[in-house]
């Protein structure tokens, strides 16, 4: 998916609260961040704290972020739906966290890795793609904060100003 490229709408994606989602869900969010995420990766266990503060300090303001596991759960048992009920209540996840079993939503988005972010305005044209921040193992250095910079450009009706990072972290396990 390129910038200003409608987003591909999703629908049935299975929450761990056992509700089905779809982007419709997310039609009075003035932005919407989709993370495809997963269980195992360390660059995701590492990023997971911060992805709950985004939503937390963003929600108020029209955010509603969402994050997609697509892996392959019969190869990777830790990425299954089981499993992602477990961690959503451990971590104390704030937003959907979604299985995506058939990975058409990853294809359809373009997705490579986990974490890789989405930013899609009210609209729902992609406006940022990438990283959520320049480091992952310490949250206290980071110098680029791509994701917010890229939610406060939107939310103040900006440009954002780098649309497009590359997203770090590991290969999604297709099936």
Known sequence: ????????DFRGLLDVSGRKYGLSDFAAKKIVVVIFSCNHCPTVIAYEDR??????DYAAKGVGLVAINPNDDRKYPEDS??????RAKAKG?????????????ARSYGAQRTPEVYVL???RRLRYHG?????????????????GEALDALLAGKEVPVPETAAVGCTIKWK
């Open 1 to 8: 998916m390129q910038i200003g490229q409608k987003a591909p």
């Open 51 to 56: 992805m709950v503060q985004i939503q937390r």
């Open 81 to 86: 739906y089981q499993e992602m009920v477990k």
């Open 93 to 105: 996840f704030n937003f959907p966290y979604l299985r995506d079993e058939t990975q058409e939503v």
């Open 121 to 123: 305005d009210a609209k």
């Open 131 to 147: 990283r959520i921040d320049d480091n992952v193992n310490d949250p206290g250095s980071v110098k680029s904060r791509d994701l």
